[in-house]
């Protein structure tokens, strides 16, 4: 069974800019998880897809956003990047009975 | 507002020793717990979760779970130069949706 796939795996950008990342959730999950890894802050949640809807959301300006699509697979899009925007982006799959969250390898965004 | 919050370390063990982790969490409204281990580079990976009080032994990993204390705890026996990593505490909160509060991490050193 193929685990969480995240594209692209690293990316620079610079200010002002946008990016959408896109991460596609084990077979047979339908829930995704978005979270942001930064140095100074740690794992912040940011948002929940389930079934294409938003069931959760993270403290996180409205620059950051997300959507799910009818196969499950999920992205996110930050618009106007900031330096502080640069970090590990994760995603994570979860199955539709379970407690276990499965992380991707993470995007890894520089803004500059 | 809800935290969980761990000692970041390093903590430092010899090899074959039992490395001892902790995790204190704000809330009692919690539901379960999890300990995912991080090696630098890379994503979380799940050690185990629990969410009853009492212990929850898999391999050389057991965790102890008191909800009146308000803590979670991690040990690690026989520990291993491969044990070498950042362990973080998680916590989910409430009966709908994933969403995980994390602490930030212990790193831990495991020497030979």
């Known amino acids: 069974k193929a685990g969480v796939t995240q594209t692209p795996r690293y990316l620079i950008k610079t200010r002002g800019q946008q990016v959408t990342l896109s991460c596609s959730p084990i077979?047979?999950?339908?829930?995704v998880s978005w979270y942001q890894q930064t140095p100074g802050q740690g794992l912040q949640f940011l948002f929940e897809?389930?079934?294409?809807?938003?069931?959760n959301k993270g403290n996180f300006p409205g620059r950051f956003s997300g959507r799910q699509f009818s196969n499950s697979r999920s992205e996110m899009n930050v618009s106007t990047l900031e330096l502080g925007d640069s970090a590990l982006y994760l995603c994570?799959?979860?199955?539709?009975?379970?407690?276990?969250?499965?992380f991707g390898p993470g995007t890894r965004l520089l803004v500059l | 507002q809800k935290e969980v919050e761990q000692n970041s370390g390093p903590l430092s063990v010899p090899e074959g020793a039992i490395a001892s982790l902790n995790c204190t969490y704000s809330?009692?409204?919690?539901?379960?717990f999890f300990w995912y281990r991080q090696y630098s580079g890379k994503s979380p990976e799940l050690i185990m979760f629990?969410?009853?009080?009492g212990d929850k032994e898999d391999g050389r990993f057991t965790a102890q779970l008191n909800k009146a204390s308000q803590y979670v705890s991690l040990l690690i026996r026989d520990s291993q130069p491969s044990d070498s990593a950042t362990y973080l505490c998680?916590?989910?909160?409430?009966?709908?949706?994933?969403?995980?509060?994390f602490g930030g991490g212990t790193r831990v050193l495991v020497k030979p």
């Open positions: 994570a799959s979860i199955p539709t009975a379970g407690e276990t969250q499965y």
């Open positions: 077979s047979g999950h339908r829930s």
């Open positions: 897809y389930f079934s294409e809807t938003q069931r």
């Open positions: 809330d009692r409204g919690s539901q379960s």
């Open positions: 629990i969410y009853s009080n």
């Open positions: 998680a916590v989910k909160w409430g009966a709908a949706g994933n969403k995980l509060t």
